[in-house]
């Protein structure tokens, strides 16, 4: 046998080979979900902690082709808030659907102070709940005018 007949063993074995290692890398690809969590988990260890402010709670619903006849998913639930780094302000927003058993979005009051976990190397990266840890605050509901059992005072005569 010459040479010449080992090289079509030789490139089918290095094409094999690449495409077993393609695949493999396609398959251990992280799904967008994976990433965010992976995002979250990082900054509650390793993020620096400011005090920021909840300035809304909204709901966004995803858009949906009809013509496929697909289900509509689940709305996405943004809480947005705003913090000061170095004098810059910065306001996000993070998506906390994936977070139901930790925090219920319907029960984050809008102007209360919250708690924020930020990357120092890139303060724009940042979040306000993670499964390890929340920023938000209880707080008792505000009361504002009379109530039931307070008593109004009689005008003082003089």
Not at 68 to 79: C, F, G, H, L, R
Not at 121 to 145: C, D, F, H, M, Y
């Amino acid at each position: 046998m010459s040479a010449f007949s080992f090289y079509p063993i030789v490139i089918a074995v290095a094409a094999a080979l690449a495409a077993g290692s393609a695949y493999w890398l396609y398959r251990r690809r992280k799904t967008p979900e994976e990433r965010e969590r992976e995002r979250r988990l990082w900054l509650a260890t390793n993020g620096r902690i400011i005090d920021g402010t909840i300035i809304d709670v909204c709901e966004l619903s995803a858009e949906v082709d009809r013509r496929k006849n697909e289900s509509a998913p689940a709305p996405a639930q943004m809480v947005i808030f705003h913090y000061d780094v170095a004098g810059v302000t910065y306001e996000a927003s993070q998506d906390v659907t994936q977070l139901q058993k930790y925090v219920n979005p319907k029960n984050c009051r809008i102007g209360v102070p919250a708690s924020i976990r930020y990357d120092p190397q890139n303060p724009g990266n940042s979040i306000v709940v993670a499964e390890t840890w929340t920023g938000l605050r209880k707080t008792p509901p505000i009361r504002l005018g009379i109530m039931e059992n307070d008593s109004i005072p009689e005008p003082r005569e003089q």
